[in-house]
């Protein structure tokens, strides 16, 4: 057997509630599905993800380690399970108990939990009553939470109604070797158009001075955003799809970049407007 390197994040296998015994792991070893390790992600995102039901801030008090049985690659191989005892200091999302347990691991996502120190969860409350967390769960350390925590704890008063918001920039200069160590220039594209289609509804904001646009008060539901541009568009990072649901109180967060410079694609999206469905790794 070959003990795997807890921690490498495979985050496909355990977002159901079940845990089979043999847990098999697919060759690209990446996180995927509704569940992608994608960097920094604000709160308003991550307390509402599908995968996300548990949400507290609490001290670890105990761990219990265990070994699991996966298939890598079609061979045997074990890792490193963690079954960590936490004590809440605070809830916002699915927890009313003073003490929970956090499953972490059994694939290769699992999130390096220490005993005697304090994190701000993201989980998914499994049938057991156990609360699974991964790498890509959003899960930090209380020290670095603290605009995490500045938003969950006003969940309460906060108004009705979900947010879209981002940035739009446009290239300056064309791709070039130079820019492989470094940031491409860009300037805001102010006065940009954003529509964002809604089901009752359809939204249109313009971006400011600075690059941003934002919409607030937005009704729950299913939404398409689409830049208005017949230039090349895209979004970097690739951070959610443009047809996303929105949930009350929840944000989406999108960065588009122009590119001028491109290559001028056939595909139109909604409207007859260029979508930026097509998105840059």
Known sequence: MVRTVFGFCVCLVL?????PQMTVIPKD????????????VPACESAWRPYVSSVFWGRVVGIR?????ILLDGKKALTEKLHVTFEVQESYIGVQEKRVTVTSGGDLCGYPFSEGHEYLVYGKRLQSGEIYVSLCSGTKWKSEAGEDLKYLRALSTAPRGGTV?????????????????????GIAAVGQKITIYGPNQNYEVAVDS????????????????????EE???ILPPHLPTTFNLVDKSCARFNFWIDPFAKKESGFGRGGVISPARKIP
């Open 15 to 19: 977002i159901c509630t079940c845990q």
């Open 29 to 40: 070893h990446a996180c995927e599905g509704d569940n992608p390790c994608t960097g920094d």
């Open 65 to 69: 380690e265990e070994d699991a049985s």
């Open 165 to 185: 918001y981002g940035t739009v920039f446009r290239y300056k200069e064309p791709t070039s070797p130079r820019h492989a160590m470094a940031l491409r220039p």
């Open 210 to 229: 600075r690059g941003k646009f934002q919409i607030s008060a937005l009704p729950a539901g299913p939404y398409t955003i689409a830049l208005n541009s």
């Open 232 to 234: 090349t568009v895209n």
